[in-house]
Each structure stands twice: as C-alpha cells, then as structure tokens.
C-alpha cells in the first residue's frame, strides 16, 4: 500500500508500531523522506528531491535541486529543541498535498508559522525557510546532516546585541566657512572624528520615509544606528556591532518600508565634530555640534559643508530656544531643513505633499487626507515594533482612528462594502493599540504618584507599577505578534492602495455635508448632556468630538479658516475630556492596587489617589462648560 494513500486507521497503526525501536525510528525518517520526495516529485516530474538538515536551526530541509540556484525549499521543522527533540510532525498528508496543488501558492508548502511581508510570502535563503509543521506522528528523531554543506555554510550561533533607544530633539543651523561658537557657560567637548557609511534602497526608500540607516565608527566605538520618525522629533536606535552588514533586527523593523528590496551603502560622511555641554542648575540641558562635514566617495572628498545643531538634553524646552536666539546672534541662520545625507546625495528637502486647491473635487480631499494618515501609521510602525518609546504606538493608533474616521465620515463617498471591510480591519489594529496604549498612560500616571509620596509610602505603589510593567511587557509580545501576520501586512496593503485609489463612487454629496452631519450628531449630544453628565455621557460627547473634528479635516481646505478654528477647539475638548478618562480609568487601577496590597498603607496610599482623581475630574468637568459652548459657537460658524 502507498503511504501517501493509506487510511487514517493506517498511518495511526503505523505510527505506534514505529515508536518501538532505534530501527524504526531511522525507518520514520526514511518514511517522511519518501513522503515528501513523491508528493514534491508527483507536483515537478522529472526532479529529484534530496534531504537536507540545517545544524544551524535543526530543521530538516527538502530542496528541490533543479531549483537549488534560486534557493527555493520546502523545510519541514524538527521540534522547538534543535538538537535533542522529537520531531512534531503535523498537516503532512492533509495540509502539505492541499497547499503543494493549490494553483494560488508557489512551490512551498506554508501553514501558520509561514513567513510573510508586505509582498506576500517570503522566499527565504538557505538558512531561513520558511517553517512547515506537519502531524503525522510524534517521534524522536534524529537530525541528519547534509554532506554537501560545508562549514562555511554553518552561522554559529548570535547572542542577541542590546539595543539602545533615545528621542531625539534638536535644532538645525547653517553657518559660514567661518563660523566659530560662541562664548557661552558650559564644559567644552572633545573634538572627534565619526565616519558614517550611510544604508538605503536603489531608489531611496527609508530617505523618502523620513528613516535613516547607518554604520558609525566614532574614536573606536562600531556602532549601526537607526533613526526613525516620532512624531515632530526622532527617535535614535542604536546596536554596537563589528560586521558591516545591517543586523537583522533592524530589518525586521523597517519589513513595511523594504519588503524585499536590498539596503547597499549609499554615501559615507566623515564628520569633524567640536561641541560644548549646556548645563543648568548643574544638570546637563543641551549639547551644541558645530561639525565639518565631508562627503566621500572612492577616498576622494567631492563635497563639503558645515552646520550646527542644539540638541535637548534636559527637560526645558525654553532654554534650547534661548540658546537658538544667541547663536543666531553669533552668525547662524535658517537651515534648510535638509539631514546630512540629503544635503550628501543632493536631495531635496523631505516636505509634505502640497493640499489638493479649495476646489478640487471631493474625491482628491479624501485621497489626500488618507495618504497623510497611513503615511503617519507607516512612520510609526518600526517603533512600535521595537517598542522602547511609547509615543511610538500612540502616534500609530492616533493614525488609525483617524483613518477610521475617514471612512466613516465619508461613507456616502465609497463603495459600502469596500470601506466597511476597512474599517473592521482598523478597528481590530485599533483594538490591541489602544489596550496597549491604556497601559503605558496608567504606569506614567502611577510613576508621577509615586514621585509625590513619602518614602516609606513608595514601595507597595512600586510594586503595582512593576506589575503592571509586566502585563504591559506581555502586551507588547502580543502587539509583536499581531504586527508579524499576514492579516495586518494584507491590511497595509489595502491601505496603501485605498491612499493611491480609493474605491470612490459618484455621489453629489459635498464634504461640507459630511463635516455638517458630524457636528449636528455632536450639537445634539452636548445639548442633551445635562448639568451633571455621568461617564458614559463624557465618553460619548469625547468620541463625537473626534469624529466631527476629523470630518472637519476633509472639508479643512474647501472651507478655509472658520474650519480650523473649528477643529482647534474641538481638540482642546478632545484633550479636557481625554484627561477625563485617563482619570476614570485610574480608578480602575486604583481599586485593582488596593485589592493586591492589603497593607494599612497601602489602603491609605489608595484613598489619597482616590481623592486626587475625584478633584481632578470635578476640575474637568468646571471648565468643560465654556468649552462645549465655544466649540458649538465655531462649528455653527464653520458649517452652518
């Protein structure tokens, strides 16, 4: 009888009678060779498959040879342990021959664990395939090794390089050949020479998103650094590594913006850096760089340029402009806004795509207003994924219900079935941020009380915050994860496609109806409120403000200023009745600390906070007032 054929009553049989001895067991091995050797052979006659086991990852590889060239396999896993495991072996008869004569897949048999990226499935190397599980039978089996690979084929293993992460505030200047800084009290740096080989695609890809990639040799010190969009600022990531190719992590990371595109040095700078400390009150407030940059290409200089940078070191904001004004002052002017390797490669300033005119049909508002939206998502999501600031994840979830917003307000627009099955995909992406996003709000709430309490009152609060690191520890896993599969990569997919050429159908609706019916559903909820609305009637006046604010935003260019001051003021209500619920969820919090510390102190500790968040919201709820009102005078103004 065909193994391929046999019943299920048969393979189980079999099963049970090859777990009786170290012979039957090289016989299951032989046995899932076959296996594979035919269902692979019967799908590309006339190629022989040959098995193949990588020490590296302990997995057992069948590579077809008429393909070996393109490095194209399909690899069965063998168990989590590399090299004392049983094999788990799952899906071969059923799953493997399904997805091997499907006409939609190539010649890889996925499941689950497949990997994916923004093009679809991954085609890996060698070393990397991607991971078939299959369950036939569970057996211990040993891990045959290829005598074709040698050991120049064999990575050893690579203990994980921590990775550094800091924001990156700073103030750019131009200065003359001749420019030197200015008498100004601090400590003076030493002067130092960096060397930065700059990374990118063929055609710019991380430069046109605002990303930077590059390996820096600063007096000994081999480091890759990353820096990526946060917000109005960047954030900078680095890892100290000797090889001069990009460390895979940093890969992983920029997956949306690389897909599968190769990253080759694109510009190497070498940088005469002088600088000077900015203390006040004996704390570290900025750092002033005057660098001399020289571009080099083929060890020949082919162009050079100076400029001058305050970065914020310290928490005072003023202090970088008081320090802006004096280097001005001392022969500074307006830079151009342009990063060095810009300037490098003779790039032009990174600069937002210029609104569509005031009386652009309606269609090209929303395909404009989209494409900022998932451009701020894409921006957002390497630093997400590394997880290390959390504005990262709140200015991609603010992205995402923004685009929901879109599709909501301008349903009459698109073709119905088109944009709800969006919005359902970004509510889910919304839902994981926002659980996410709650935690990291709660733990810089709990931190700032601790810093208010006495010493002895700190460690049961401290405590609960460790806690709470934990499951917020655990939530980025499962933000990871979500962010890992194929539904958000076929998600950003259709959202990319939705900014080039949303499904639009011809509608005589105009865009100040559609911010119109947002601010009425939002009128109507303010005057139904009451002189002492609950919880749920704030978060329900909170989530029409959002939505009728962003309404406004597709009519912002058609209507002009009326509704700008719109909007200003319906995110000042937005932020007052954001505060409102960050308090009443901190309740929440609270109650679920007292009930983890039963200590007398910690009870005390819980009422104060209690107290704290009462006044908070009864503070909220004062000045909410005069807000409601001026937001409703300015939308009256705006849409009538």
Known sequence: MDVLTMGTAHRSKLAVSLRKSANEVHEAQRFQHRMFSEECGAHY??????????????????????????????????????????????HLIGGVASHFRSPKLPPLCVSQQAVHSPSGLRFPDRDTGLKIRYDLLTLPVPIMKDPAMTRSDRRPAVRPRPVSSKLEHEIKLSVDPDCRLPRLPGTPLPRKILTSTYYDTASHDLARARITLRYRVEQGKKAWQLKLPLGDDRQEVEILDQHQLPPAVFRDLLVLHLGERKLTPIATLRVWRTGLLVRHNRIPAAEIALDSVSVVKNDCVIQRFRELEIEQAGPDEELLRGLERQLRRAGAHDHDGRPKLFRALSLPAPAPEAPPAPKAPPADHVKWVLTQHVRWLLAHDPGTRLGTQIESLHQMRVATRRLRAVFRAAQPMFVPEWAASLANELAWLSEFLGQARDLDVQIAYFNGESARLDARDRKPLAQFVAHLQTQRERLQQVVLSELKSARYFELIRRLRQAAQAPSIVDTAVTLHELAEREFRKLRKAIRRMGPSPNHAVLHAIRIKTKRARYAAELALWSVGKPAARFMKQARAVQGLLGHYQDSFTAGTYIRAFLKQSTGVRAGFVAGRMIERQRQRRDAIQKNLTPLLKTLVKRGKKAWG
Do not use: W
């Not at 040959?50 to 990852?57: G, H, K, M």
């Not at 302990?58 to 399909?74: A, E, R």
């Open 45 to 90: 006659p006339g190629r022989t498959f040959q098995p193949y086991a990588s020490v590296r990852v302990g997995m057992f590889n069948f590579i077809d040879s008429g393909t070996l060239g393109d490095k194209q396999m399909v690899q069965g896993l063998n168990a989590a342990d590399e090299l004392t495991g049983a094999s788990s072996i799952s």
